[in-house]
C-alpha cells in the first residue's frame, strides 16, 4: 500500500512511523545498507585532519557567505522547538526527522525559511535565489533535521537523485563543524576539502555542486580550522541542521509500487 509521507523519525537501529500506515522506504531506515550516519566509534587519533577554510572553495553551484547568520534569538528559538518537539529525552537515540509536504511543516521552520530567503537575497544570484525561494512553489518541500552529538558525523554523500531535484539550502544551529567535499569521480587518494561551518550559517548547493559532489562531516569532537595566517582547533558542541530540499513529482510516496 502507497502512503503519502508526512513524517520519518529514525535512530540508529530502529525507525519510529509516525504517520497512520505509514510505510517507510528501505533506504529511510539508518540500520539499512543506504544509512549515511557514521556509527558512534571512536575515530582513529591516527586520522589526519584536512584544515578546514573559512570560506566557500570552488566548488560551481556552492554558495557560502560566512558573515550571513540567522539571528541569534531567532536561532535559539528554532532549535529549542526542534529539540523539545522532536528530539525529547523521551526519544532517546532518534536523531534525523524528514517532514514531508508544506501541512507538516511547522510554522517556525516555514518562518525560518523566509528568513534565510531574506538574509541571502543580496548575496545569491537571483536565478540561484528564486530556485530557493520561488513566488510560487510548483513543487513540494521536504524538511531534514540531523541532531549531532560530539564525536558523531555523516557519510559522504550525493542527496537521492531520484527522489530530490536541484536546489538544497541548509542552515546550522548550536555549534559549528566542518563539512568536507569531494568530486563524485575523485581518485581515494585525494583529500577532500573541507569548509567551517559556523552556527547559525547556511549553505547553499545547486547544480554541479548538488549532483557532482559528495558532502559528508567526518566523525570527530573538533575540527582543524585554518586562514591565510594560522590554524586552530574548534571544539564541536550539540549540533542540529535543518535543510530544505524539493521533492521530484511523486517521491512524497514511499512503499512497494
Known amino acids: 500500500m502507497l502512503e503519502p509521507a508526512a513524517l520519518n523519525l529514525s535512530s540508529r537501529g530502529n525507525t519510529l ?16 545498507p543506504n544509512s549515511l550516519f557514521d556509527s558512534t566509534d571512536e575515530a582513529s587519533p591516527s586520522a589526519r585532519m584536512v584544515p578546514a577554510m573559512l570560506h566557500a572553495p570552488p566548488i560551481p553551484g556552492l554558495f557560502f557567505f560566512p558573515s550571513i547568520l540567522v539571528p541569534i ?3 535559539d528559538q528554532v532549535m529549542r522547538f526542534c529539540l523539545d518537539t522532536y528530539f525529547p529525552p523521551s526519544r532517546p537515540g532518534v536523531n534525523q526527522i524528514m517532514l514531508f509536504g508544506t501541512e507538516s511543516i511547522p510554522l517556525i521552520l516555514h518562518s525560518l525559511l523566509s528568513t534565510m530567503s531574506s538574509l541571502l537575497k543580496p548575496s545569491l544570484p537571483p536565478t540561484i535565489h528564486t530556485l530557493l525561494f520561488p513566488d510560487t512553489p510548483t513543487r513540494e518541500r521536504q524538511v531534514i533535521l540531523n541532531l549531532y552529538h560530539p564525536g558523531e558525523g555523516i557519510t559522504p554523500h550525493v542527496d537521492l537523485l531520484k527522489r530530490y531535484d536541484d536546489g538544497i539550502v541548509g542552515v546550522s544551529f548550536g555549534s559549528s563543524c ?6 563524485v569521480e575523485q581518485e581515494e587518494s585525494s583529500s577532500p576539502m573541507q569548509l567551517f561551518l559556523p552556527e547559525r550559517s547556511m549553505i547553499v548547493l545547486s547544480g554541479e555542486a548538488r549532483y557532482d559532489w559528495t558532502h559528508g ?3 570527530r569532537a573538533v575540527d582543524l580550522v585554518s586562514d591565510s595566517e594560522s590554524e586552530w582547533i574548534v571544539e564541536r558542541g550539540v549540533r542540529m541542521s535543518v535543510t530544505f530540499r524539493w521533492l521530484l513529482p511523486g517521491a512524497n510516496i514511499v512503499g512497494d509500487p
Open 73 to 75: 534569538e531567532f536561532a
Open 217 to 219: 562531516i567526518d566523525k
Open 17 to 32: 512511523n509516525v504517520s497512520t500506515d505509514l510505510e517507510l522506504a528501505s533506504d529511510f531506515s539508518p540500520d539499512s
Open 178 to 183: 566542518a563539512m568536507q567535499f569531494a568530486r
